[in-house]
T-cell receptor
Framework: NAGVMQNPRHLVRRRGQEARLRCSPM?????VYWYRQLPEEGLKFMVY????????ESGMPKERFSAEFPKEGPSILRIQQVVRGDSAAYFC????????????FGNGTRLTVT | DQQVKQNSPSLSVQEGRISILNCDYT??????FLWYKKYPAEGPTFLIS?????DKNEDGRFTVFLNKSAKHLSLHIVPSQPGDSAVYFC????????????FGKGTKLTVNP
C-alpha cells in the first residue's frame, strides 16, 4: 500500500496523558499536513511541514500541541496533557510539493480522551 | 470565520438522477478549488479540482462549475449511483500560497436505489 499511513487508527487516552500520532507520507512526497476534524465539522488545518522544517503552524493551538517531520521516520503530532476537547479525528495528508497538486489523505487517527 | 461554506448539510437523490452540491466562499484570494469525497472511518479522497481561470472542469460523471463573480462553485454528479453516497467536502487554496486547504463543513449525499 503506497498511500499515506497513519497509526494508530484509534487511540484512547485519559485526561492529562500524552498522545502521539504518526504519519508516513506517500512514497516520493516530502510535504506533510495535519488536519483535525471535530464532530459535525469540516477539516481544520493545523500544521504544514517539510523534512526537518515547520513551514506553517498557524492552525496549531499555542500550548500542548507540537509537530515534527524528522529527516528519517514518520511525522509525529504530539499532544501533551490531553483534555476532553482534544477528542477528534486527526488526518495527515501528503503531497509532492508541486503547485496545486491535490493532497492525499490517510485514514486518520481517532483520539478519544476519557 | 467560515471562509468556505456548504450550506446544505445533507442531500438525498434517486439513483440515475443528477446530484448538485453547492459551495460558497468569501475570500476573493482563493484561486484553486477542490472537491473531496469521504466515506465513514476513511480519509478524504480527491475527486476533482478547478482553477480560477476556468469556469468548468469535467471528469467522467463529475463536473465542477465555478462562478467567480458570485464566489460560488458546484459539483454535479450525473448519473448518481448508490456508491456515490458519502460526505462531500469543498476546499479552497489561497493564491500564491502553499497547498494548505480551507475546507467547508461538508454535505452528506445519499443516493437511493
Amino acid at each position: 500500500n503506497a498511500g499515506v499511513m497513519q497509526n494508530p487508527r484509534h487511540l484512547v487516552r485519559r485526561r492529562g496523558q500524552e498522545a502521539r500520532l504518526r504519519c508516513s507520507p506517500m512514497k516520493g512526497h516530502s510535504h506533510v499536513y495535519w488536519y483535525r476534524q471535530l464532530p459535525e465539522e469540516g477539516l481544520k488545518f493545523m500544521v504544514y511541514l517539510q523534512k526537518e522544517n515547520i513551514i506553517d503552524e498557524s492552525g496549531m493551538p499555542k500550548e500542548r500541541f507540537s509537530a515534527e517531520f524528522p529527516k528519517e521516520g514518520p511525522s509525529i503530532l504530539r499532544i501533551q496533557q490531553v483534555v476532553r476537547g482534544d477528542s477528534a479525528a486527526y488526518f495527515c495528508a501528503s503531497s509532492p510539493g508541486t503547485t496545486y497538486s491535490p493532497l492525499h489523505f490517510g485514514n486518520g487517527t481517532r483520539l478519544t480522551v476519557t | 470565520d467560515q471562509q468556505v461554506k456548504q450550506n446544505s448539510p445533507s442531500l438525498s437523490v434517486q439513483e440515475g438522477r443528477i446530484s448538485i452540491l453547492n459551495c460558497d466562499y468569501t475570500n476573493s484570494m482563493f484561486d484553486y478549488f477542490l472537491w473531496y469525497k469521504k466515506y465513514p472511518a476513511e480519509g478524504p479522497t480527491f475527486l476533482i479540482s478547478i482553477s480560477s481561470i476556468k469556469d468548468k472542469n469535467e471528469d467522467g460523471r463529475f463536473t465542477v462549475f465555478l462562478n467567480k463573480s458570485a464566489k460560488h462553485l458546484s459539483l454535479h454528479i450525473v448519473p448518481s449511483q448508490p456508491g456515490d453516497s458519502a460526505v462531500y467536502f469543498c476546499a479552497a487554496v489561497l493564491q500564491g500560497g502553499s497547498e494548505k486547504l480551507v475546507f467547508g463543513k461538508g454535505t452528506k449525499l445519499t443516493v437511493n436505489p
